[in-house]
C-alpha cells in the first residue's frame, strides 16, 4: 500500500531550524501536488504547505516567510525548511497528497508515519 513517510524531526530550540523530508516512495513522482501537514497535541491535523511539479507553492499565513517547501523530482522527495522556529510549531508533521487539489477520499489512502518536531529550551 502506498503511504508517504516523514522523517527528519527532532527537539530543536525556539529560532533554530530543520529539513524535513519526505522520501523514497515511487508515488510522490507522479502526484502532481504534495503537502505537509502538522497535527499539534490534542488539536486536528493541518495542512501548511503545498507545492505542485511546476513548483507552485502555498503557505499556511503561520508559516508563511519561515518555512520552505520543495521537491526533487529525481528522487521522490519533498522537503520542508523550517526556519525562525516557535514553540507552537510542535507537532507530529506528515506529508501527504495535497487536500486543497485531491478529494479526501484520496489523501486518506496515503497517510504514513510522521515526524515529531519538539521547539523547545
Known amino acids: 500500500q502506498v503511504q508517504f513517510t516523514a522523517s527528519g524531526g527532532e527537539l530543536v530550540q525556539p529560532g533554530g531550524s530543520l529539513r524535513l523530508s519526505c522520501t523514497d516512495h515511487e508515488s510522490a513522482r507522479i502526484l502532481y501536488s504534495m503537502a505537509w501537514y502538522r497535527q499539534a497535541p490534542g488539536k486536528q491535523r493541518d495542512w501548511i504547505a503545498r507545492?505542485?511539479?511546476?513548483?507552485?507553492?502555498n503557505y499556511l499565513d503561520s508559516v508563511k516567510g519561515r518555512f520552505t517547501i520543495s521537491r526533487d523530482g529525481d528522487k521522490n522527495s519533498v522537503y520542508l525548511q523550517m526556519d525562525s522556529l516557535k514553540p507552537e510549531d510542535t507537532a507530529v508533521y506528515y506529508c501527504?497528497?495535497?487536500?486543497?487539489?485531491?478529494?479526501?477520499?484520496?489523501?486518506?489512502?496515503?497517510w504514513g508515519q510522521g515526524t515529531q518536531v519538539t521547539v523547545s529550551s
Open positions: 501527504n497528497a495535497d487536500s486543497t487539489y485531491y478529494a479526501d477520499v484520496f489523501v486518506s489512502k496515503f
Open positions: 507545492i505542485t511539479t511546476d513548483n507552485e507553492t
